[in-house]
Structure formats: structure tokens, C-alpha cells
């Protein structure tokens, strides 16, 4: 069942979303080569809980951490540990946070230093191919649309789907209905209303659409060992254009 969120939940879903994009905005300025994955998570733990929220994941499934931290080859669910990042590295940040009953999660994926050009296009189609997707993300319009608009311009782009994972609604629940995959025929699926709040993330992978799961029962990694790249927003649909509820500063 897809929850629609009436206005008192919709503005605490705002507040959630705003304590994500903060921590987006401060992990952002906090990488580059010689951080390691563990300082980042401790840094978004402190600050979500200083913001009088809890992280999301920890504990989720048994999810140990605040973060979900992926380097190149790892695709999304990437446990923080000791690893330092290192010069043209690329790092996929996923971030929730829980508060007043509601949860926001988004994701981001940072060049580490200076990348290599093949790698920064994979970041800008990843970004590009979520917000055609947010585009489409109008009452009237059905969930497939968005799907069949993220495709699009992954695969124009030579880009491969990850197809196992998939966006989801979100609200009082990390995971709600409905689930959002980031391939399919548009028209299809569930018709999009005001008050839906949905979680959409394409998974983009440079060389194939195959992945795995390593034996921590986490980490998802390509199975060429090409990168993967990762971008997700929370947003809201309106009557009118959807708006999205985890923006940092980088986005107006
Ligand atoms: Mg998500």
C-alpha cells in the first residue's frame, strides 16, 4: 500500500530530509584522499545526533553503521571501515536519518581528488538520469514513467542498470511501497498523487549490469570491478512540480 502523507506528516518529512542534506553538505567538504570511510560515518553519526535525529541505518537488517560508504567498484551498502580514500578514487555516500517519526534518505556520489574523465561522466549521468526521473515525478503520471526516464538516459549514455536494487517509498517506514525500479516501459504502475514521498536512486554501472554480494552480506560490487556510481533524493509529489526534501546547498 502506498501511503499519502497528509500536511503535518509531509512537514516533518521536510525536517527529516533537511538534517540529510546537512549531512550531505558536511561530508562533502570533508572528502578527499587520506580520510578514511570510518571518520566520515562517525562524522554524520555526531552530527545527526547532535541534530536531535538517529541514523537510519544503523542496525537496519543488522546494518552496523551510519552510512553506507561504496568505493568504485562497490555499487551500493558499503560498510565504513578503516580504508582511507585515495586520489581518483570515487566514493557513493548513502545517508538516513530518522526524526519525528519520519525518515529521509539520499545519496551522493564524490570524485576523490582529481578522476579520471570516464569516471566523472558516470557520476554526471548518474545525477542527469535521476533528476529526468524527479522530472517525470508529477501527479497524473504513473510510477514507470520515471522508471522508463532514468533508463533513458543510462543507457544513451553506454551506462548499465543495476537492476536487483531499486528506489522505494518512504515515510514513517525506510522502505515503503511502492518499489521503484530504474528501468521500464513508461505509462505502467501505480498513478503518481500529492502526499506520495518516494526514495529515487538509480544505480549506475560503468561496464555491466551484473553485480554481487560479498560474503559480509552487504557489499555490492560490480562484477566486472568497473565502478558503480549512486544518487538519490527524497521528494515529494505536489499538484504541481515535486519537490525534493533532502537538497543540500548544492542544489537551489
Ligand atoms: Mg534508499
Redesign the pocket.
Known sequence: MITIKNSESILKMKEAGKIVGLVHDKLKGLIEPGISLIELDNQAEQLIRKLGATPSFKGYGGFPRTICASVDEQVIHGIPNKRKLREGEIVSIDVGAYYLGYHG?AAFTAAVGTISEEKARLIEITEKSFFEGFKMAKAGNRLGDISHSIEKVVLEAGFFIVREFV??GIGAELHEDPAIPNYGPPGRGPLLEPGMTL?I?PMVNMGTESIIILDDGWTVVTKDNKPSAHY?HTILITESEPVILTKGKEIE
Open positions: 534518505d528506489g522505494h526514495a536512486e538519490e
